[in-house]
């Protein structure tokens, strides 16, 4: 069992690394290569895909919490508004914007089959 068994909060790791592989590798004190393997064989996702999915998480709470899309695009390092709409909707189905007024996650109707 390696030292990154034992560890159980990763989605806070991540956004403390600003959700770079880089800087989760010096939190967890392994090579990054070895955090790479890690969480491919963890997660079954490549490093990249995981990490977007924990700031589309994040991206998620702080809609919750009414934070404008400029300001939780820019917290969470996306290029741009749009780019970071573009993502949320691909990896969740909906707009931001669509889920503040909906308040909910739920594929749309076409999906659900």
Not at 41 to 52: D, Q
Not at 56 to 81: H, T
Not at 86 to 113: A, C, I, N
Request: with cysteine; glycine share 4%.
């Amino acid at each position: 069992m390696s030292r990154l068994d034992a560890i159980t909060d990763w989605p806070e790791r991540a956004a403390r690394a600003k959700f770079r592989i880089s800087a989760l590798a010096v939190d967890c004190g392994v090579s990054e290569r070895q955090l790479r393997r890690f969480i491919e064989s963890k997660f079954r996702s490549p490093p990249h895909a995981w990490v977007l999915e924990q700031r589309l998480e994040k991206g998620r709470e702080l809609l919750q919490q009414n934070l404008r899309l400029k300001e939780i695009s820019q917290r969470l390092r996306f290029k741009s508004q749009a780019h970071f709409s573009r993502e949320f909707k691909k990896h969740f189905g909906r707009s931001p914007r669509f889920y503040l007024k909906e308040g909910t996650l739920r594929p749309p109707e076409d999906q659900r089959r």
